[in-house]
């Protein structure tokens, strides 16, 4: 079983990683406040966006290398290791000299020249699954990050389309024990961005790390009514702490060593 470890913080290990953040960095202020409350409830891992692909040409698109300046910043603040996604080849390149661990988003699991490029990079790759991939079409884009030489590929199951309109997406959980008994790789869920609504993430956030995932991927906001990106999804900060606090406790029940 594949761990993936920088330093102390650890995704596939002995407890479930919360790699949480702001789904946009849309400032400096917005971005280190929310940093600020991601360490002090003990996580390890900060997530945050400077290049956002959006559904339409006019939403906000991220700050870009500005952004990766400013996350830059929060590792160098608060100790925390940096998640953020690239959109393509030359936003790889940059992601490449900032983050700790690159991205490649839903829209992009079967971009395959960047998925290539991905397998050069010598960081770790958060791979999401495709919004309406199978679980082995997932799991050959993973390996074309590796067959460039690059094994440290995180799984992130993110949701996929259905006939239901109760939420953005559905959360496949039967796709991480699935996951796990075809691959070594860990496998992380996306609450937020598979529900899109923020009273949904935290019962999802338990039930992935109910059945087994290893880590969550969320996205937190010191005030989602004025968020550039996805706000309805963001976690207040209160919620936040009420998440971490349950799922530590769930994972250590059903995450004992054998």
Not at 4 to 14: D, L, R, S, T, V
Not at 112 to 125: T, W
Not at 165 to 193: E, G, M, N, W, Y
Request: glycine share 8%; hydrophobic share 40%.
């Amino acid at each position: 079983k594949t761990i993936i470890k920088i330093g102390e913080a650890e995704i596939g290990g002995a407890e479930p990683a919360i790699i949480a953040g702001v789904c946009a960095v849309e400032s400096r202020e917005q971005t280190m406040i929310t940093a600020q409350v991601v360490a002090e409830a003990g996580c390890k891992w900060f997530r945050g966006g400077a290049f956002k692909p959006r559904t339409s040409p006019y939403a906000f698109q991220g700050m870009h290398e500005e952004g990766l300046k400013i996350l830059a910043e929060v590792r160098d603040t608060y100790g925390l290791k940096i998640v953020t996604e690239a959109i393509d080849e030359p936003a790889l390149d940059l992601c490449e000299q900032y983050a700790d661990v690159i991205q490649i988003g839903t829209r992009n699991m079967q971009n395959f020249s960047l998925l290539k490029r991905a397998g050069q990079a010598r960081k770790p790759i958060l791979l999401k699954r495709g919004m309406s991939s199978t679980l082995e079409e997932f799991l050959l884009a993973a390996e074309y990050v590796m067959a460039e030489g690059n094994y440290d590929v995180i799984l992130c199951e993110r949701g996929i389309r259905s006939f239901g309109s109760h939420s953005r997406f559905t959360p496949d959980l039967a796709v991480i024990p699935a996951a796990q008994k075809l691959s070594h790789l860990p496998i992380i869920l996306d609450p937020s961005h598979s529900t899109g609504t923020r009273e949904t993430v935290i019962p999802m956030a338990r039930a992935g790390v109910a059945v087994g995932a290893d880590g969550l991927l969320v996205d937190v906001h010191p005030y989602p009514e004025r968020a550039l990106c996805d706000g309805p999804q963001a976690l207040l900060f209160d919620m936040f702490r009420q998440m971490v606090e349950e799922v530590r406790a769930i994972g250590q029940i059903v995450r004992k060593p054998a």
